[in-house]
């Protein structure tokens, strides 16, 4: 520590080298390289201030070379797809709504079941929404052109299908024939 001659405080030797121009005020030990409190210390944060925005304006304009990782506006803005997650005001308070809740959002089980507020149809509506409809997708190995070889109803369910056979037909997709023979004259069938 030395003392300055002007004041006759003590200052560090640091700052009587690096800053010989500045006041010095006297310290515990400390030596404050800016001005009083209540000074000029503003100048300091209008230069910050001034150099931020310059950097900031500078960046802004700088030309983007083709292959670089940034793309065009057109394809950024179908990226940047925003999702809204309410169509209308209070919308989650408001009952459940079809076209609302699972054609332009994405639904679970459990928004499909406050729409139909019954089981039955819920799990009939969902087996098509989870997979698409099962009965009008045959697989390859199926024995028939339609679902149910065209002597049942097809209830659809998810990635897999049942049938409900008319009066006289069996089986798993309703293509085998009841083996009854009916005697002509009578209401008797004898089984074969």
């Not at 005020?25 to 390289?33: I, V």
């Not at 201030?49 to 900031?56: F, R």
Request: charged letters at 20%.
């Amino acid at each position: 520590m030395s003392t300055d001659l002007r004041t006759g405080a003590k200052a560090s030797s640091w700052t009587l080298y690096f800053c010989p121009s500045l006041p010095q005020r006297p310290s515990h030990g400390l030596t404050a390289a800016f001005p009083e409190p209540g000074g000029s210390n503003s100048r300091m944060w209008q230069l910050a201030s001034l150099l931020l925005l310059v950097t900031i304006w500078g960046t802004s304009g700088t030309p983007v070379p083709p292959d670089s990782v940034f793309s065009s506006s057109k394809r950024a803005h179908q990226v940047l797809r925003i999702h809204k997650r309410a169509n209308s005001f209070l919308e989650e308070i408001r009952a459940g709504s079809l076209e609302r809740e699972c054609i332009e959002e994405i639904c679970d089980f459990e928004e499909a079941q406050e729409i139909f507020q019954n089981v039955d149809d819920t799990l009939t509506y969902w087996s098509k929404y989870v997979d698409g409809d099962q009965c009008a997708a045959l697989p390859p190995e199926h024995p028939c052109d339609s679902p149910c070889c065209g002597h049942g109803t097809c209830i659809d369910g998810i990635s897999a299908f049942r049938c409900y056979c008319g009066r006289g037909w069996e089986g798993r997709f309703c293509r085998h024939g009841d083996r009854a023979c009916h005697v002509p004259g009578s209401n008797k069938a004898i089984n074969v």
